[in-house]
């Protein structure tokens, strides 16, 4: 039995570094405007607006790569929860077909809904106790605001993309994105809801590239 | 006498007539005078009246718009607020805003219109449209929840940019009139001005109130009077325009004739300062409620004027013949005097002239007696001298002398008097020395032959001057003295005392014996002493005394004649100014 286990682990570390390393892989650090606020000690990140631009604050970045990539036959089911009055997370990157639930954590209503171009849904009103808990699939790529009806200044996005490949930077700009089929394609980090900055990359089996989006 | 009492009542009727016309003119005058100001007052009040009518309606307006601009910015308050109304702003999302919005503002769009006199309570829209952020109409999907609107209406409600303040405008859509308001949208996130809501009213309608004034408003040229037929609004609308091009004024008003009956416009800016097209309201009120107030004004002050004039002519007719009744007496007392007057001037004349022919025949006969005596006195004389006659004779040559020289003084002295009365003698006034001149005087009554056995007392400072001409102040101290020593006794005396005393100097002479019994005119021309007695004068040197006194501003009188005293006072005029005369 004991034998068996460690039989199991073998074998699935031998696996595992095989997956892990396969493919290609890029980092690198995107330039983020400077934050207006301290940094939320609580890592929670709220969408704000400017001159009609949505970011978050303090700002982060979603790096995507975009190219002809095959649809998966299923997706992870994802979740934007409602706390204290606020998405979270704030900004939620997912590829399009996903279902998104929308638990409602709070004390009170909410009515979650969107008039995005990307996905207008609108789940009405619900308690914490909803069972199922509301959840909507976003099918279109593009970036959809989350509103609340009832409270007016809950702002969410999710920024649907035509890729499973796509990571988050860290406050700093920060990324790293594995496993990347080699080929040519285009790096691309959204910075706001104007901002989208891109670079061509060449990926090769087993390499690591560095790329810089300033 | 009938032709004077004619002439009298010819003058007393005319000054009756005059006095008459003077109180018709003046009640005349006055009556024009309250007319004319009661004109002007009425027409000013008039004018006042409508004026506050007018401003009364355009506050009812501001009213009612406030009314709507308060609760239309809560409305928008609330909506600017709505997260469905900003998610379909800033989400692109513009087909959702009016079913967002619908909810919000069903309450202005639902329901009949109010009757005009509930339009200030209650808040109900004709149509609404939001405007984007470039200022232009977002077209609506279901015109028909928010109201439908031609095309051209539709369009005036754009705005060259979002407003950031409330906006009033008005807006014609054939022959209706809207007023709009556009109400800006700001954001709640960020305080930016996103949109703005435009919502469109009934106008405020002014209640009837009887005054026959009708309102409407003109805005972009066009007139909304609908009371009036096309053809007036036309004619009206071209006044109106060429007035506002013409006024710098926001508000005015003017005359105007429509259809040959008078009005009064007045117009008003409604929205001052607004991105909207102004627009006027405009007033027309009849000028013939308070013409015909005028007129029956002017009928009242008319009759009131008549019937002054009427109790000013019977008042005036009183008047007059009261007043001209002491004059009628008058004339006649005037009349009588006239006649009085007239016998005492005859009397007067006569009395002149009498006196002048017996001055002219006092000088005359003076000059004439003159001449003989001179003779006789010189051959009187001449037979004095000879030698040869009887002593009685030359004793009565002596006494008839003294006659002839007595006759000459007398006639001198007339002579004298006569040029006096007649006016012709004039004192060549100069500074005399009374006191010497009495002195002088004095002397001489001391060395007459005749003189009795007087003491004379002298009680007067030397150097006495007076003014006056010489020879006729020695005339009248001479015959003043010689009566002194005349009309004394045995053993008397005389006394000449004078005194200065300011302008006046006054010399008393005073005399002991028979007294001047009271009530005898001394001072009287040929006067002659009622008692008998042994001295006595010709009677005419008090009389030429006391004129020449006068004639030198001063006078003679007798002061004092009781218990053996007789004193006389002469008052002469100090020598002040009078060039002295040695």
């Known amino acids: 039995m004991r034998l068996l286990e460690l039989l199991w682990l073998n074998a699935l570390f ?30 929670r990140y709220e969408i704000v ?17 975009t190219g002809n990539f095959s649809r998966p036959a299923s997706f992870p089911l994802k979740e934007v929860a409602q706390r204290d009055l606020t998405f979270i997370p704030a900004l939620l990157p997912i590829e399009a077909g996903t279902r998104v639930q929308f638990p409602n954590l709070d004390d009170t209503y909410h009515n979650i809904f969107s008039y995005s171009p990307a996905k207008r849904f609108d789940l009405g009103r619900y308690r914490p106790e909803e069972r199922p808990i509301p959840s909507v699939v976003f099918d279109k790529p593009g970036l959809v605001t989350l509103r609340c009806d009832i409270h007016e200044h809950m702002r969410g996005l999710i920024l649907v993309l035509s890729t499973p490949y796509f990571v988050m930077t860290d406050t700093a700009g920060r990324f790293r994105l594995d496993m990347l089929p080699s080929g040519h394609y285009t790096l691309k980090a959204w910075v706001d809801s104007r901002t989208t900055r891109e670079k061509p990359v060449d990926l090769r089996e087993g390499q690591t590239l560095h790329v810089d989006l300033p | ?58 506050s009812s307006m501001h009213k009612l718009e406030e009314l709507r601009h308060a609760a239309l910015a809560d409305r928008c308050k609330t909506l600017a607020a709505k997260p469905r109304i900003h998610a379909a702003i800033e989400d692109d999302a513009i087909d959702l805003l009016y079913p967002s919005a619908k909810e919000e503002l069903r309450d202005l769009m639902e329901g009949d219109e109010p009757p005009p006199e509930q339009a200030a309570r209650s808040l109900h829209a004709r149509f609404y449209r939001f405007l984007d952020s470039t200022g232009g109409v977002i077209k609506p999907p279901n015109a028909s929840d928010v109201g439908e609107l031609d095309a051209h209406t ?33 954001s709640t996130d960020t305080g930016d001005l996103v949109s703005a809501l435009v919502v469109g009213f009934k106008p405020f309608e ?10 409407g408003i003109w805005v972009n040229g066009n007139l909304h009077l609908p009371a009036f037929p096309l053809s007036v609004r036309t004619s009206l609308n071209e006044k109106i325009t060429r007035a506002l091009n013409d006024s710098v004024s926001d508000q005015n008003y003017f005359r105007v004739d429509l259809a040959g009956a008078p009005q009064l416009l007045f117009y008003k800016l409604l929205n001052p300062a607004s991105s909207f097209p102004p627009a006027y309201e405009i007033c027309v009120h009849p000028v013939a409620t308070w013409t ?19 109790g000013g002519f019977f008042a005036s007719h009183l008047v007059a013949v009261r007043m001209s009744a002491p004059l009628k007496k008058l004339a006649l007392d005037s009349e009588e005097s006239r006649a009085e007057r007239e016998r005492a001037e005859a009397a007067l004349a006569t009395t002149a002239e009498e006196l002048e022919r017996s001055t002219r025949y006092s000088a005359d006969a003076s000059h004439q007696l003159k001449s003989p005596l001179t003779v006789l006195r010189i051959g009187l004389e001449s037979l004095l001298e000879r030698e040869g006659f009887k002593r009685e004779i030359y004793e009565e040559l002596s006494t008839l002398l003294h006659q002839t020289r007595r006759l000459t003084g007398v006639i001198e002295d007339l002579l004298l008097l006569s040029r006096m009365d007649a006016g012709h003698l004039q004192i060549a006034s100069t500074r005399v020395n009374l006191s010497q001149l009495v002195d002088e005087w004095l002397d001489d009554l001391g060395a007459l032959p005749d003189s009795p056995d007087v003491k004379i007392e002298r009680e007067f400072p030397p150097d006495l001057f007076v003014a006056g001409e010489k020879r006729y102040m020695s005339l009248i101290i001479q015959n003043l003295l010689e009566n002194a020593r005349k009309y004394n006794r045995l053993g008397g005396r005389i006394r000449v005392s ?3 005393n300011g302008s006046r100097v006054v010399l008393k002479i005073g005399n002991t014996g028979p007294t001047i019994p009271p009530g005898e005119n001394i001072f009287e021309r040929f006067h002659h002493s009622s008692s008998p007695s042994a001295a006595s004068g010709h ?25 053996d005293w007789t004193e006389f006072e002469v008052r002469f005029s100090t020598a002040n100014g009078v060039s002295a005369v040695a």
């Open chain 2, 539 to 563: 009677g005419i040197g008090l009389n030429l005394a006391r004129e020449l006194a006068r004639l030198h501003g001063g006078n003679l009188r007798l002061v004092y004649s009781e218990n």
């Open chain 1, 49 to 65: 607006t400017k001159a009609g631009v949505l970011s978050t604050q303090p700002p982060l970045a979603v790096v995507y790569l």
């Open chain 2, 154 to 186: 539709e369009a005036q409600l754009s705005l060259s940019k979002l407003p950031d303040t409330q906006q009033i405008g008005y807006v014609q859509s054939g022959g209706t009139i809207h007023e709009v308001i556009a109400v800006p949208i700001f």
């Open chain 2, 1 to 58: 006498m009938s032709a004077t009492s004619e002439t009298r009542n010819r003058e007393v009727r005319s000054f009756r007539t005059r006095l008459f016309a003077a109180i018709m003119v003046i009640v005349a005058t006055l009556t024009a005078l309250g007319f004319y100001l009661a004109q002007r007052k009425i027409t000013a009040d008039a004018e006042r009246n409508l004026q506050q009518t007018f401003q009364t309606e355009i």
């Open chain 2, 292 to 310: 015909a107030q005028l007129n029956r004004l002017r009928w009242q002050i008319g009759g009131a004027g008549a019937l002054l004039l009427l």
């Open chain 1, 14 to 43: 031998c696996v595992i570094p095989g997956s892990l390393f396969a493919g290609a892989a890029v980092e690198g650090r995107v330039e983020l405007p400077k934050s207006r606020s301290a940094p939320v000690q609580a890592k």
């Open chain 2, 498 to 500: 004078a005194l200065g």
């Open chain 2, 206 to 215: 002014p209640e009837d109130k009887h005054t026959g004034m009708q309102s």
